[in-house]
């Protein structure tokens, strides 16, 4: 079953993969996704615009594949988007996956305003079979989850503003992309909902390599359950050359956190979207992430952060390890019900976040970061 399970989520990550692939590569639907309306333009029928229901149909596509096939997690499916669409005379629409190929495209034709065209491409990417030829299968473990006891978070677009606008620069850091559709992820991660800690993580970069005019993806997974740690090979590869620390900030920090990091030796690199930033940590690109704002999700961080703890590191709570003085173990995200429902916005790391790999560089730097 688990062997299964895991190559279900590799699957529907593709298949995810390629919807996000197809918007951008289908003229029709790139018009509709980039199109900016106003006034009397505006879909009549609907509010919500077009990049919303691309959000919304990866996030259902994951919820139907996995719900269908594993009921046991069927009702801890979680996304970021609500499925709802509402038009200004208050009707709503619930946009689900449907039995099959023709009820999807009618459903998504109605949000669409009869756009039947539009309908139809994106149906037959959500019905798709794929074969297990186009997952990587290496690697994959022999794992037993109780998935009864799992909960599951879905951000179906990370970086949705990347997506939309796309232009490619890269960093001189490295491999890693200030910005650009590289940029783009789909994240999958499955906690325990008792214990609260990230068990599976599926990233899988929709737009990683351009081959002329057609992107290629890459998909990445790790699992940390009890004494399994496995994850993609690819990431186990991954060799660190002895070049300066590399830290990740988002653009919006400020000057003091970067140049207190600088001061102290390390590489400071700016690049879009936190599940890449994350994917960039487990790859070895950079070394640690600091978020000193509220601005993840447990959407943005269940995925990864299952990742990184299979390959040793983690993600603690940046004002816990900065502020507090908690240890490494106390700080760590935790995605149970209770956990970060007392205030601030639902669901939010509204602490921060440190994703890192190595525990040992982490503690170096908890030690430069209180001097902020
Ligand atoms: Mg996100």
């Given at each position: 079953m688990g062997t299964r399970f895991l190559e279900s989520l590799l699957k529907v990550s593709e298949k995810a993969a390629n919807i996000a692939r197809v918007i951008r590569q289908d003229e029709h639907l790139f018009k509709l996704l980039v199109q900016e309306k106003k006034g009397s333009e505006k879909n009549p029928r609907f509010v919500q615009d077009f990049k919303t229901l691309a959000d919304v149909l990866i996030q259902e596509t994951v919820k139907h594949d996995i719900g269908s096939q594993f009921p046991a997690i069927a009702n801890h499916i979680f996304g970021e988007e609500n499925n709802m669409f509402s038009n200004i005379l208050g009707d709503t629409i619930k946009v689900e996956v449907q039995e099959d190929q023709v009820a999807t495209a009618s459903l998504l034709s109605m949000v669409l305003s009869g756009d039947i065209q539009a309908a139809e491409v994106l149906a037959v990417e959500v019905h798709r079979n794929l074969s297990v030829e186009e997952i990587d299968t290496d690697n994959l473990p022999q794992l037993t989850l109780p998935l009864e006891q799992c909960g599951m978070w879905i951000d179906p677009i990370d970086s949705t503003s990347e997506y939309i606008g796309g232009e490619e620069v890269k960093l001189?850091?490295?491999?890693?992309?200030?910005?650009?559709?590289?940029c783009v992820t789909v994240l999958i991660g499955v906690f325990?909902?008792?214990?609260?800690q990230p068990i599976l993580g599926v990233i899988n970069q929709p737009f990683h390599s351009q081959h002329g005019s057609r992107w290629k993806g890459k998909c990445r997974w790790g699992v940390k359950f009890g004494d399994l740690s496995k994850c993609s090979t690819s990431l186990l590869s991954s060799t660190k050359d002895d070049r300066a620390k590399v830290v990740l900030l988002s653009g919006s920090e400020g000057s003091n956190l970067k140049s207190l990091l600088r001061s102290a030796g390390y590489i400071v690199a700016e690049a879009a979207g936190a599940g890449y930033k994350q994917l960039c940590v487990a790859c070895g690109d950079a070394d640690v992430y600091v978020l000193?704002?509220?601005?993840?999700f447990r959407w943005d961080t269940c995925g990864p952060h299952a990742i990184l703890r299979a390959l040793g590191g983690g993600i603690v709570s940046y004002s816990k390890v900065i502020d507090v003085d908690k240890s490494l173990e106390e700080s760590e995200l935790n995605y149970s019900e209770r956990e970060g429902q007392s205030s601030g916005p639902l669901h939010c790391n509204h602490d921060g976040l440190i994703a890192f790999r190595d525990s040992s560089l982490l503690h170096e730097l908890i030690l430069i970061l209180r001097q902020l």
């Open positions: 001189s850091v490295g491999d890693i992309y200030q910005s650009g559709l590289q325990d909902r008792i214990s609260g000193s704002k509220g601005s993840t």
